[in-house]
T-cell receptor
Framework: GQNIDQPTEMTATEGAIVQINCTYQTSGFNGLFWYQQHAGEAPTFLSYNVLDGLEEKGRFSSFLSRSKGYSYLLLKELQMKDSASYLCAVRDKGGAGSYQLTFGKGTKLSVIP | KAGVTQTPRYLIKTRGQQVTLSCSPISGHRSVSWYQQTPGQGLQFLFEYFSETQRNKGNFPGRFSGRQFSNSRSEMNVSTLELGDSALYLC?????????FGPGTRLLVL
C-alpha cells in the first residue's frame, strides 16, 4: 500500500513564496505529480517529477528526493487566484504492467491580501 | 484537442437505485481511470481501463463496476446506491504518464 502525507491547510500572503511538502511511502515508485484543484472544479496538472531534483515551470517549481520519499511544490509571487487545493500524487506499479496513481488528501492553500 | 468530458454533470438518486456515469477521453488517449472524491477521504482510485480491459482496481465493493468501449469511451456503474456514495466522480484519461481530468459528475444520494 501507499501512505502520502501533506499538510491539510496553509495560509500565505499575496506576493510571497509558499512551499507545500509531501512525504510518501511506496514500494514501486514511478513518479510524483502535483495537481491544483479549485473549489468545485476538476484537478489540473501542474508538474511531474520522476528523477531527483528541481523542475521549474514559471512561478511553480517542484522538487523530488526519492531516497527521502519527499517532494515539495514551491509557489512564487503568490496571486489570489492561487487559492486552491494542491494534491500530491504518487505513481507506482499496479496490475497487468500498468501504473496506478494514489493521491494525498490535498493541501488547501489560502492566499490573503 | 477537446478535453475530457463527463456526463451527466449532476445527478440526484435515492438509496437502492443504480446509476451509470459516462466519460469521453481526450482523442488518442486509450487509458481511462475513475476516482471518487469526498471531503473526508480525498481522491480515491476506483479502476483503470485500457483497450477495453480493466487493468487496475481500487478497494471498492463490487457494486462499483465499469467498462470501456472500442472508441475508448468509458462508463462506470454503481448499483444499490448508499448514502455514502454521494461524491464527485472524476474520470481521467492519459496517453503516457500524465492523467488529465474531466469536470466530474456530482452524485447526491438521498
Amino acid at each position: 500500500g501507499q501512505n502520502i502525507d501533506q499538510p491539510t491547510e496553509m495560509t500565505a500572503t499575496e506576493g510571497a513564496i509558499v512551499q507545500i511538502n509531501c512525504t510518501y511511502q511506496t514500494s514501486g515508485f514511478n513518479g510524483l505529480f502535483w495537481y491544483q484543484q479549485h473549489a468545485g472544479e476538476a484537478p489540473t496538472f501542474l508538474s511531474y517529477n520522476v528523477l531527483d531534483g528541481l523542475e521549474e515551470k514559471g512561478r511553480f517549481s517542484s522538487f523530488l528526493s526519492r531516497s527521502k520519499g519527499y517532494s515539495y511544490l514551491l509557489l512564487k509571487e503568490l496571486q489570489m487566484k492561487d487559492s486552491a487545493s494542491y494534491l500530491c500524487a504518487v505513481r507506482d506499479k499496479g496490475g497487468a504492467g500498468s501504473y496506478q496513481l494514489t493521491f494525498g488528501k490535498g493541501t488547501k492553500l489560502s492566499v490573503i491580501p | 484537442k477537446a478535453g475530457v468530458t463527463q456526463t451527466p454533470r449532476y445527478l440526484i438518486k435515492t438509496r437502492g437505485q443504480q446509476v451509470t456515469l459516462s466519460c469521453s477521453p481526450i482523442s488518442g488517449h486509450r487509458s481511462v481511470s475513475w476516482y471518487q472524491q469526498t471531503p473526508g477521504q480525498g481522491l480515491q482510485f476506483l479502476f483503470e481501463y485500457f483497450s477495453e480491459t480493466q487493468r487496475n482496481k481500487g478497494n471498492f465493493p463490487g457494486r462499483f463496476s465499469g467498462r470501456q468501449f472500442s472508441n475508448s469511451r468509458s462508463e462506470m456503474n454503481v448499483s444499490t446506491l448508499e448514502l455514502g456514495d454521494s461524491a464527485l466522480y472524476l474520470c481521467a484519461s492519459s496517453q503516457e504518464e500524465t492523467q488529465y481530468f474531466g469536470p466530474g459528475t456530482r452524485l447526491l444520494v438521498l
